[in-house]
């Protein structure tokens, strides 16, 4: 039976898997870091797909995301000026995110610890390019709790892995839909050649407005590559990482390091349910650190990467002082 819905998903899933678009595959997991932390955000995998450019007069128009076109009239004029070397490209996404406590073995979970939550996610959005900006905006939509399947992804991942299954998830945030608006933007603030290579800074800032996460971050990155424009990154984000959508061809091999400050207002896989009594809840962090770096080569219109990621605590019960955890990225296809 599993076999036959693997083969169903396969068969649906191809006609956009297949098409010349901008494709990532990214995985969020402690399997891909040294002495990574097999608790909080210990597993996540979204799968995004960018659109060819559309025509301007169509850009903001995103018939497939109700309520995000009206929303990106109201927020105008703080946009990209609209020019002719403006380009707009839509996007959606597919995700699922664990999050679990320190002390898996536990069974009622400690009380002091990360709720054992997950999310299972759909997001829409679109993005404006000019030469050194881009900016996106989307709504992420969801169910936390059970229906979420996060129960049965890591008992699937931990079977395969030969690792012991967690005890708790009795005592997961209980069932709740979840609708959440992000803004992302990213610039270039200054670029240097280094022969045939360059380093290109970057600033980003983003928030996120919802029952599910309301922050507000700011970072700063670095780029190491033969071809700066044409290589994506991953920035930090709430529900994991974030592509950097790439214009063209990635060259080769690169590398990318950056360093962001997120100040947390509210944070759902913390504070617990919304609209009902939660299981379990901990007091988050107001104010959030993080790091990354990450390895990556490109050729013909597909790229490969592997990161790693690094933050502070999250909540002032965490056991860890800097969890951490790797990134598997795969992309395909030119824009």
Not at 5 to 29: C, K
Not at 69 to 87: F, G, H, K, Q
Request: overall charge neutral.
């Amino acid at each position: 039976m599993t076999r036959s819905r693997l083969v169903l998903a396969g068969w649906l899933l191809w006609p956009l898997l297949a098409r010349a678009d901008f494709n990532a595959i990214l995985w969020d997991n402690d399997l891909f870091s040294p002495r990574g932390t097999d608790a909080y955000y210990t597993n996540g995998i979204v799968y995004h797909h960018v659109r060819d450019p559309v025509p301007p007069e169509e850009g903001r128009q995103w018939r497939d995301c109700p309520g995000l076109s009206a929303l990106s009239r109201l927020l105008a004029p703080a946009l990209i000026p609209v020019d002719e070397n403006t380009r707009y490209q839509h996007s959606f996404e597919l995700g699922q995110i664990i999050q679990t406590p320190f002390d898996k073995r536990s069974r009622p979970p400690d009380p002091d610890d990360q709720p054992y939550a997950g999310l299972l996610y759909g997001g829409c959005g679109y993005h404006l390019r000019s030469a050194s900006r881009l900016e996106s905006l989307g709504l992420q939509f969801g169910v936390v709790g059970p229906w979420s399947l996060a129960e049965q992804g890591q008992h699937f991942v931990h079977r395969v892995v030969g690792a012991n299954e967690a005890r708790g998830w009795d005592g997961q945030l209980r069932n709740e839909f979840v609708l959440n608006l992000r803004y992302d933007r990213q610039e270039v603030v200054s670029e240097r050649a280094l022969g045939d290579w360059g380093l290109s800074f970057f600033d980003n800032m983003d928030f996120a407005l919802g029952p599910l996460m309301t922050s507000a971050a700011a970072g700063i990155n670095v780029l190491y590559a033969r071809d700066p424009d044409v290589v994506f990154g991953l920035n930090p984000n709430y529900l994991g990482r974030y592509p950097r959508i790439s214009p063209g061809r990635p060259a080769g091999f690169y590398a990318l390091a950056g360093l962001q400050v997120t100040g947390v207002l509210r944070n759902l896989f913390l504070n617990g349910n919304t609209w009902v009594d939660s299981p379990a809840r901990v007091d988050h962090e107001p104010l959030l650190g993080s790091a990354q770096v990450l390895f990556g080569y490109g050729r013909s219109c597909w790229a490969v990467q592997l990161g790693l990621n690094i933050s502070t605590r999250a909540f002032q019960t965490q056991a860890v002082e800097l969890p951490r955890y790797g990134t598997l990225a795969y992309s395909w296809g030119c824009l």
